[in-house]
């Protein structure tokens, strides 16, 4: 599928898997838009242009989503920790769901 003239969202899109997204679309010619929780507002090595967002926060998430009035998601964006601690389950849990839910908002 070309994703030319199509302006993406990406969440996640300064991760490791969303990174390389991003060099696709922008290879196939998308405007490509990322959302990341600690990133600095601007354009991430030419590739994308970045917002800082927190999905787990409803109005941060509608406001940047009608910034980026996008054609298409791509949602990778999520909360990760490489410990094992079981008292991580369900902040996890519960943040990578709100963020889910308030980008389907």
Known sequence: MSYGGWRVLVTG?????????V?????NHADVHCLARSATPGTVGGHCTTIA???????????CVEQCSPDCVFHLA????ASQEAS???????????GTVHLLL
């Open 13 to 21: 899109g300064t991760g490791f898997i969303g990174s390389h997204l």
């Open 23 to 27: 060099r696709a679309l922008v290879a």
């Open 53 to 63: 967002c927190d999905l787990s926060d409803l109005n941060s998430a509608l406001r």
């Open 78 to 81: 999520g909360k990760v920790s």
């Open 88 to 98: 991580l389950i369900l902040p996890t849990l519960s943040s990578n769901l709100l």
